[in-house]
Structure formats: C-alpha cells, structure tokens
C-alpha cells in the first residue's frame, strides 16, 4: 500500500528548460510534504518543503506546487543544471512527523 | 563534521550471521530513524525514537532490535541474517520536520 507514489520512474531534460516532477498520495492526513535529492552511493538530501496550508513554495530555482483536492504535488526546477541530475524523492508526512512516506523516486537526467 | 554518520557503508556477511549497523548524529536533534531500501528503491522505514524511546516499529522481523543509548546515537542489530535482508539501511535525524540522512550502509547477505 503505497501511499505516495511517483508514477514516472526517469526524466531527461536539456540544460536550461524546466524540469517538472510528479508526485501523488492517496491518505488525506498527510499535512506536510517534502522533496528529497539523492545521488549515488549517498543519502537523500532535503530539497524544500511544502505545509499543506500553502499552495506553492519556491527556493530559487526550485518551485514545489501543492494540489490538495488531487492529491498531487510536482517539483519544477527552473533552468534545469547538469548538476540535478540524480534521483528526486518525494515524500509526505502527518502533522507529528513521526513518520515520512516516500515514493520510489524519479530519477532526472539533465543533458548539457 | 558529518551531520549523520553511519558505519560500516558497506557489509557483505553469509547468511544465519549477526551484524551491527551504527549511526551518530551530531544535529542535536531528538528523533532517529532507520529507513531500508529495497531493490525497488522504496525508502520505507523501520523504527523510530524520540529521546530513546521507541515510538513507531513498522512491523520489522524481530530479528531486527534497534538500540538507542543516547539520544545522539541509533544503532541497528540484525540477528540470523537472510538473503531477504540485503538492502541499503539509512539512518536519519529530524528536527521540525526535516529529515537528516546518513550516506546508507549497503548489506549483502551471501
């Protein structure tokens, strides 16, 4: 039962257009939602952040949107670097954060 | 100064062995995590502990046993290994939120 869920399992973008990356989870509760990026043999590292009393977050280059009545949100990362090229998590949690549910990543491919 | 260390990073072992995975944050944080990542890239977790105490098991084998004996420290035992078992393990810390990981420790069982 996997309660977030990132349908696409790669993208490849060229350098300098937008990366756009998808996420769905299907338990309302989740209050909280974040974005992690993984390269290999490391560990995730926290991307942003997005509270569902917001609709958009944005961190220089990295916009994450939040549609509460679909039960999506995405990533956009605008202009895609050679450097983001790495695996994208997406991952939710409850108000008391004791537990994060992640999705099986997306791995971006930005070609220079 | 490494915020979540974890060691070994990697560990190959024959089946029916014990092994320890350790982990050390230095964040000040007072929630550490075990995550398990399998062949399918889920990242699911495993346990939970805010200031040494067990808050979240998630329906791991008990031949799992996760100790804590500071709120800085989390340290992994797996009994009896089995080739089910091999995977990447990730700690992690939280403060507000904000997972912290450590740079995994890939298991293999032979």
């Known amino acids: 039962d996997q309660q977030v869920k990132q349908n696409s399992p790669s993208l490849s973008v060229q350098e300098g257009r937008i990366s756009i990356l998808n996420c769905d989870y299907t338990?309302?509760?989740?209050?909280?939602f974040l974005w992690y990026k993984k390269y290999p043999a490391e560990g995730p590292t926290f991307l942003i952040s997005?509270?569902?009393?917001?609709d958009k977050n944005e961190d220089g280059r990295f916009t994450v949107f939040l549609n509460k009545s679909a039960k999506h949100l995405s990533l956009h990362i605008v202009p895609s670097q050679p450097g983001d090229s790495a695996v994208y998590f997406c991952?939710?949690?409850?108000?008391?954060?004791?537990?994060?549910?992640f999705g099986s990543g997306t791995k971006l491919n930005v070609k220079p | 100064d490494t915020a979540v260390s974890q060691t070994p990073k990697y560990l190959v072992t024959q089946m029916g062995n014990d092994k320890s995975i350790k982990c050390e944050q230095n964040?000040?944080?007072?929630?550490m995590y075990w995550y398990k990542q399998d062949s399918k890239k889920f990242l699911k977790i495993m346990f939970s502990?805010?200031?040494?105490?067990?808050?979240i098991n998630e329906t791991v084998p008990n031949r799992f046993s996760p100790k804590s004996p500071d709120k800085a420290h989390l340290n992994l035992h797996i009994n009896s290994l089995e080739l089910g078992d091999s995977a990447v393990y990730f700690c992690?810390?939280?403060?507000?939120?904000?997972?912290?990981f450590g740079n995994g420790t890939r298991l293999t069982v032979t």
């Open positions: 992690a810390s939280s403060y507000s939120g904000t997972l912290h």
């Open positions: 338990n309302s509760m989740f209050d909280y």
């Open positions: 997005i509270s569902s009393i917001k």
């Open positions: 991952a939710a949690s409850e108000y008391n954060f004791n537990k994060f549910y």
């Open positions: 964040l000040g944080h007072d929630t």
């Open positions: 502990y805010n200031n040494k105490e067990l808050i």
